[in-house]
């Protein structure tokens, strides 16, 4: 068979559009680092060797391949940042033949913080304030992402593959904007028990356009205030590729158990995580999902393991990371999940609430044809 192979901070998301002329490459599109659906939050975002609903589009795309419905839906909303970051996800998945061999999906992402007041004109040139020159403009990151994956054959195993051409919009209100274009690559393996997965992120690097127009008098009001003036630049995304293996097991005839690890490898410079280095950084994150009668699951997990300072002023550093933990129901054709996470560690806790939903859609019923002899 022939086939073609084809958040961030809330400081940086602000000051994202005053980068400096150089490319830049570490960090870059980090709002994408959240991930979609509460499942995933809940199990700590491994997801990569176990996806196969519309949220692989995301997680690793070769999971359509096992989407089990005519067409899926899938919605999330979540609040960052004490509720002022709002970031939403809608996505649909759809297998191409009957034998669900290939699928096809579509994802929409939204980071956004809104109502940011814009004082750049708040003093007159005569020194006078005028709060009446307060504006407010928004601060959002998209992405769309155009997902496919199919089912091969290698040496008699079977394989599911699959690929996103992903599309980053980024707007800082009247003042910088910035296109981006990437592909991702992704793989699955399943046996009897065992899954694995391989999830290759901007595998040829995803570049950023940004251009940016301020006017004579904001650009006086940045030089007096100390400020660079932003100017036109590239931003780099490298590539980050994300190993998983799943174990399931089953306890009795209501009960089952699926565990997940995932291996985070990034290469832009070295992190502050469990293993790092310049040239290569590891981090690792592993949850579970504990199901009753396929209809009531109970799901945690822990990642994100970071050195931080001690609380005590010794200037020591120990060990954080950060748990998760959530629930899910299903009611007939309707998945309804929650999780209850938080964006840094255990040090620097700002849990959220997130909700999100899937529902698979019936088939389309045959209407037979008329007997017109």
């Not at 830049?24 to 997801?47: D, H």
């Not at 034998?99 to 992402?109: N, P, T, Y």
């Not at 699926?258 to 410079?269: F, L, P, V």
Request: proline share 3%; charged share 20%.
């Amino acid at each position: 068979m022939n086939l073609f192979y084809p958040k961030m901070l809330l400081v940086l998301l602000l000051s994202s559009w005053m980068l400096p002329s150089q490319a830049q490459v570490k960090y870059s599109n980090e709002f994408l680092s959240l991930g979609i659906g509460a499942r995933a939050q809940a199990m700590s975002t491994a997801q990569v060797a176990s996806t196969e609903d519309v949220l692989s589009t995301f997680w690793n795309p070769a999971g359509l391949v096992y989407l089990d419905a005519p067409l899926q839906l899938g919605l999330m909303h979540a609040e960052w940042f004490a509720g002022i970051a709002q970031y939403d996800y809608i996505g649909f998945a759809k297998p191409l033949n009957p034998e669900k061999q290939s699928s096809i999906g579509l994802s929409v992402i939204r980071l956004g913080i809104d109502n940011i007041p814009n004082t750049l004109n708040l003093i007159g040139a005569d020194g006078s304030i005028n709060y009446e020159n307060v504006t407010e403009f928004s601060a959002a990151d998209y992405a769309v992402f155009f997902s496919y994956a199919q089912q091969v054959k290698i040496k008699g195993k079977t394989f599911a593959m699959g690929g996103n051409a992903k599309i980053i919009r980024r707007v800082i209100g009247t003042f910088g904007n910035s296109w981006g274009f990437g592909l991702d690559f992704g793989i699955q393996h399943r046996g009897e028990k065992w899954k694995f997965g391989l999830m290759a992120r901007d595998v040829t690097s995803t570049f950023n356009a940004w251009s940016f127009s301020l006017n004579d008098r904001e650009k006086l009001v940045f030089a007096n205030t100390g400020n660079e003036i932003p100017e036109s630049s590239v931003e780099i995304t490298r590539p980050q590729f994300i190993l998983g293996a799943a174990r399931h097991f089953q306890i009795n005839e209501k009960v089952e158990l699926q565990a997940e690890m995932n291996w985070y490898i990034t290469t832009d410079g070295e992190r502050n995580v469990l293993v790092g280095s310049k040239v290569f950084n590891l981090d690792p994150f592993a949850g579970f999902e504990l199901a009753y009668r396929k209809t009531l699951y109970l799901r945690g997990g822990v990642g994100r393991f970071q050195q931080a300072l001690d609380d005590d002023g010794s200037g020591n550093k120990s060990w954080t990371f950060q748990p998760t933990l959530g629930v899910g129901l299903k009611i007939g054709r309707i998945f309804i999940d929650y999780a209850f996470t938080d964006v840094g560690n255990v040090s620097q806790v700002q849990y959220s609430n997130i909700f999100s939903v899937k529902l698979n859609f019936k088939e389309r019923s045959k209407i037979p044809k008329l007997n017109t002899q």
